[in-house]
């Protein structure tokens, strides 16, 4: 376990975000979080569980407690003739367990290629990319509760898995810190090529009877093109989450607007792409101070280099004001702004 006083977390949010964390511990182990509960304890609106800073925005420093979860370690732990049930420790990358299952041809993340960040976030708030959400593959995950130290495991119902949400985005909020996500990957893999981009990615990799590295590498070829590398630009991929509206209000927007993009979804409702509501609000590539909208996918707002949190949210708040102002939709945040 370390633990270090004002730390500055610039290098552990993807923004690039100068802030400083009060106390900061890296908890390696099970018995590194127990024993750090035991002897501080912990208030949960003062605490920040942090995995790897992707989906965070910093707007001041922070004055409780960061506590960065580092639990490494990726396993089959049980088997049978269609599946495998892997467990992954909250601190490994998403992407190395994303890896792991391609490369052994276990079938189901192959689509959730190249996301960033750790396990342990995962589920919080459902990552999925290219028609796969991390629930159509959960099996359960352990974790335990900050304020009396129990662990818990929560299997698939007991998450509330919905786009881009789960039970940790509500009422169990700050409660939990997860330890340990079990995926169930299949031994006999049927590729999911529904979402469009990836069929026309294999026209270009000359593809024609796909396996799963094939899914995998079309989603990395694709994302390269589209996103940021927060290596280079600061980002946290999409700020806003694509709004769902119903068909009444769907039927009125699209009489006045013909081209605008959505996905029907199996019930009532429909999916609006944000990024094209944005685009067509005029703020693609436009810039206020520090902080811009992404030239090639306006859902992403970027750090320009020196941007402070707070111009970030600055210009987010610009461009829900016009989204709404012209299309009578309210945007919501994805990204945890704290
Ligand atoms: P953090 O940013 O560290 O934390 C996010 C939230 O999870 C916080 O509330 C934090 O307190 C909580 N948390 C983290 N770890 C734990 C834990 N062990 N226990 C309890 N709570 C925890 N997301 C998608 O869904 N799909 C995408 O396609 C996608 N693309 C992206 C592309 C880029 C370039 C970037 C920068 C981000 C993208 N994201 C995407 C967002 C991000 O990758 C995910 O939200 C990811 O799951 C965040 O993981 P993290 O470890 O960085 O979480
Ligand atoms: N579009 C535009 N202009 C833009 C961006 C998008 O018109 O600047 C339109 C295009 O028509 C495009 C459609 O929006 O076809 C959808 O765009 P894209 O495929 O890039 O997906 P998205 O809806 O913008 C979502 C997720 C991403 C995920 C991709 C791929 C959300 C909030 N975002 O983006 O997730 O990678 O689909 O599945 O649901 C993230 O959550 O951080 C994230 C990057």
């Not at 800073?53 to 004055?63: A, K, W, Y």
Request: glycine share 8%.
């Amino acid at each position: 376990m370390k633990i270090h006083k004002n730390l500055s977390l610039k290098s552990l949010n993807t923004f690039g975000i100068e802030a400083t964390a009060a106390i900061y511990a890296a908890l390696e182990s099970e018995k590194d979080i127990m024993d750090y509960l035991d002897k501080y304890g912990l208030k949960t609106d003062s605490t920040f569980i942090l995995g790897g800073g992707s989906n965070v925005l910093f707007t001041r420093d922070f004055n409780g407690v960061v506590l960065h979860i580092k639990l490494k370690g990726i396993k089959i732990i049980d088997e049978d003739d269609d599946y495998v049930y892997v467990k992954a420790m909250a601190g490994e990358e998403w992407d190395d367990l994303v890896k792991y299952a391609v490369n052994k041809g276990y079938g189901g993340l192959e689509n959730l290629s190249l996301i960033p960040g750790s396990v342990g976030a995962a589920p919080i708030q459902n990552i999925g990319a290219y028609g796969v959400e991390q629930k159509d593959h959960f099996f359960s995950l352990e974790a335990i509760s900050i304020r009396d130290q129990q662990k818990k495991v929560f299997n698939k119902q007991d998450c509330h898995f919905r786009y881009r949400d789960s039970v940790f985005k509500n009422e169990q909020a700050k409660k939990y810190i997860i330890t340990s996500v079990t995926y169930r990957l299949d031994k006999k893999p049927v590729i999911n090529t529904e979402y469009g981009g990836i069929q026309e990615e294999f026209k270009r990799m000359n593809i024609k009877k796909p396996g799963i590295k094939d899914v995998s590498e079309a989603v990395r070829n694709i994302r390269n093109r589209k996103l940021p590398d927060p290596e280079k630009t600061g980002n946290a991929g999409s700020f806003f989450k694509n709004p769902v509206v119903t068909e009444e209000k769907y039927e009125k927007l699209i009489q006045r607007f013909p081209e605008i993009v959505s996905f029907k979804l199996n019930n009532d409702y429909y999916k609006l792409a944000a990024g094209w509501l944005i685009e067509h609000s005029d703020w693609k590539g436009k810039a206020i101070g520090h902080a811009a909208v992404h030239k090639n996918q306006a859902l992403v707002l970027v750090n320009l280099g020196r941007a402070k949190g707070s111009e970030v949210v600055h210009l987010a708040r610009m461009i829900r004001m016009s989204v709404e102002k012209k299309y009578g939709i309210e945007l919501d945040y994805e990204v945890n702004i704290l």
